[in-house]
Every structure is written in C-alpha cells, then in structure tokens.
C-alpha cells in the first residue's frame, strides 16, 4: 500500500488487488458507434446524437485567475503565500477531476452499450500549438480515447482507431464520393454526386463508423478451411 500527497495537501492511498479478468466481460451486444470529436460539440455519434461539450476550464477560468492573482500578492516565503498555493492548486485539480470524471462516464456507457467503438486519430500535439491550444487542452480528447480503449479491452469490446490520414470529413457517408477538403467553418455541406445534405460532423460520425468496420473486418481472421484430404469427425 502507497500513500501519497498531492500539490492540493490532498492524501492518496494506492494498493493492489488481484481479480477474475472475465468478471469485467460484459455479454455481447448488438450496435456499434463512430465517434467524431470536435470543440463545439465534445462528441457527435454516427447515429446522430451528440455529446455537450462541458468546457471546464473556460467555465472555471474567472476563478483560476483570481486565486492566480491572491497568489501573486502574497510575500514570497510566508505561509499566507503556502496557503494561497494550496488554493491555486486545488482549483486547477477540481477542473481536472471534473474533466476525468465526465471522461469516465462517457466512456463507460459507450463501452457498455455497444460491441464495438470506432474513434478517429486527431494530431492533439500539432493542434495544441495553435490559436485553439486552449479548448484543445480542455477538451482531453486524448485521455477520453485512452479510457474508451482501455474500458472496451477490458470488457471483451472491439476498439478500432481510423488512421490519422483518413478523411473522415471529404466523404460523403451516403454515396462515398469524396468532395475535398473543407474550412473548419463549413458546418454543413451538400453532396455534388448524390445532392444529400450533410451535417459536418454527423458525416464524419458516420464515415469513422464505417471505417472502423472495415479495419475490424480485416483484422478479423477466419478459421482456416479444411483442404480435401483433412480427416472428419
């Protein structure tokens, strides 16, 4: 058994038990889900419906700035300025609690309810280095994918990941004619081939959906056929 302290003067006590790995496997179910993330929405799934995006540190922001500030003010050295810290990072752990546990539980239904779940690979590191760093950080499209993965092998589930380079927004999830690339402001777009009307993100929802299938399928290997001369039972 571990006991720790963190930065908040918070205690921590970590140990180790040993489990029946097939107490975690869940009985199949039928359905599968795309998930195409996003910042306005956290999520949008291929079937349509879409997941909030809780935006934590733009809600907690005011807050982590006026006890930056307090911080600021207090004399170097002086226990006022120890318990100013303690505040500072207590609030910054409360942003990071909430954001894990609203990762937790999304990524516990999505396991639980579907055989298998198909997510895209965002470049986080490229996209935290420009002007959308922020809500990019905020997001922690990282550590929700990190838990839908682990959660789905855990519980006997299927977890594919598209392939970065896979685009899943140029494709239209109707008729499979790729349009090109769009501007992030185009949130709905007409397809030129079959004149359907898509939804930016449900599209793309619907595209890692399929994708994900296909990958699964590859990488499902059949039994191997008997050739003429195998012995029968």
């Known amino acids: 058994m571990t006991l720790v ?13 040993e489990t029946d790995p097939a107490d975690d496997i869940l009985p199949p179910t039928d359905g599968d889900q795309g998930i195409d993330l996003g910042l306005a929405r956290f999520a949008v799934l291929a079937d349509g419906s879409h997941i909030v995006s809780p935006k934590y540190l733009r809600r907690a922001e005011k807050k982590l700035k006026k006890r930056q500030r307090e911080l600021s003010r207090k004399k170097k050295g002086s226990n006022n300025r120890d318990k100013a ?3 500072v990072a207590r609030a910054h752990a409360a942003v990071t609690d909430a954001r894990r546990n609203f990762h937790h539980q999304w990524s516990h239904r999505l396991t ?14 490229g996209l935290a280095r420009g002007r959308l760093a922020k ?13 839908c ?9 299927a977890f594919v990941k598209a392939a970065r380079a896979f685009p899943s927004s140029q494709i239209c ?4 004619h790729r349009d090109g690339p769009k501007a992030l402001h185009v949130r709905t777009w007409t397809c030129p081939q079959c004149r359907t009307r898509h939804d930016r993100d449900w599209n793309a929802g619907r595209n ?12 499902t290997t059949a039994p191997p056929t008997p050739g003429p001369g195998a012995l029968r039972r």
């Open 85 to 87: 810290r303690i505040k």
């Open 173 to 176: 999830s109707a008729c499979g």
């Open 208 to 219: 890692v959906r399929d994708e994900g299938r296909r990958i699964l399928a590859a990488n």
């Open 112 to 125: 639980r309810e579907n055989q298998a779940v198909f997510a895209e690979t965002l470049n986080v590191r």
């Open 5 to 17: 302290k963190d930065r908040c003067s918070r205690y921590w006590v970590s140990f180790v038990v």
């Open 149 to 157: 993965e682990y959660k789905a092998t855990r519980r006997g589930r």
């Open 135 to 147: 809500s990019v950080h905020d997001a922690g499209w990282s550590q929700f994918v990190m838990f």
